[in-house]
């Protein structure tokens, strides 16, 4: 079988986040802080083949391998946001820990908002009408008929 | 009150039916790769074997298959023989190749021995290669048209019928 390749003796290239996410926009770091930044960022992204660890916390060789990689932009002056984008570019918005407030991502952050508001609101209005109290709330209804017939039978025996 | 709780509780409990029943049927490990419509990554890696570097900018011009595997990956052995077949096949037409990551030569070779070869395989490794394709888990296939575009990502171990129909794709 012929390959239509074309074989050179190019050195070999990995992808490169420059043509992702551009220049760093940072300073480069070393040494203890680099390893505390690179803990910090890498604690920022999710294990893709993990269940619910960061590629911090995470064994597996593919999350060593972005920590790696997380270790080494940071190196060369990527700040924290290029470094998050460059991983979301590849593995979309699922690789980051804490969602991004936009689109149905949104809902994640204003459901439990909205919940907890109309909860309030129902503790608040039933806190209200027990303040008003059974015989009253009682009185500012009219009874039932039925029931207002069987009273008149019982009271009279 | 009463009705007011009781129909937004009932808009809630429906939001949430309406969510499980969109879902259903959905498999929660596939993941959408975001790099489906755009440029493929661009990398120059050595082919196991021949030593040869080859560079996939120049893929250009035909479709492509680029598959990442690894020999520790049971499923990868699965899928294995169904793409060396189809590159026999289609080979002339379609560019397949091979990424291995998290691996040795070593092994990788030995695999190839036992289970043949028909297209090149590349060794990823550093893992940045896989990293920039998004792969989490092996094996996964992203499918390029002659233009050098994804047009498609499968996860997990490809069938002839699979890898057919996503081709598809990548043939228009």
């Known amino acids: 079988m012929i390959f239509l390749f074309v074989l050179t003796l190019l050195q070999v290239q990995v992808p490169d986040a420059q043509q992702v996410i551009g220049p760093p926009k940072g300073l480069p770091i070393a040494g203890a802080q680099l390893d505390q930044r690179t803990n910090e960022v890498a604690s920022l992204l999710r294990c893709p083949v993990c269940q619910g660890l960061s590629v911090a916390d995470s064994p597996s060789t593919v999350a060593q391998d972005m920590k790696q990689q997380v270790r080494e932009l940071l190196g060369r002056g990527y700040t924290q946001e290029q470094i998050l984008a460059y991983f979301e570019h590849s593995y979309g918005q699922f690789v980051l820990q804490k969602p991004k407030f936009q689109g149905v991502a949104a809902l994640v952050w204003l459901l439990p908002i909205a919940a907890l508001i109309f909860g309030a609101i129902v503790v608040f209005s039933k806190a209200k009408q027990l303040e008003k109290g059974p015989q009253k709330a009682a009185a500012a209804e009219p009874e039932d008929p039925y029931i207002a017939r069987v009273r008149e039978l019982v009271e009279k025996q | ?172």
């Open chain 2, 1 to 172: 009150m009463n009705r007011i709780v009781l129909i937004s509780g009932l808009v809630i409990f429906a939001a949430l039916v309406g969510v499980l029943f969109l879902n259903l049927g959905h498999d929660p490990s596939a993941i959408d790769s975001p790099l489906v419509g755009k440029p493929a990554p661009n990398f120059a890696l050595k082919a196991v074997g021949s030593g040869e570097t080859i560079d996939v900018a120049r893929l250009r011009g035909k479709p492509a298959i680029i598959n990442f595997w690894a020999t520790w990956c049971g499923p990868c052995y699965q899928e294995h023989p169904v793409l060396v077949q189809n590159a026999r096949v289609l080979g002339n037409d379609v560019q397949f190749v091979g990424v291995v990551f998290n691996d040795t030569e070593q092994k990788i070779q030995a695999f190839l021995n036992e289970r043949g070869s028909s297209y090149p395989t590349l060794l990823d490794e550093s893992g940045k290669t896989a990293i920039a394709y998004g792969v989490g888990g092996v094996p996964e296939t992203f499918f390029l048209d002659r233009t050098g575009k994804i047009v498609a990502k499968y996860a997990g171990p490809l069938t002839t019928e699979e890898l057919q129909t996503n081709l598809a794709k990548a043939m228009k």
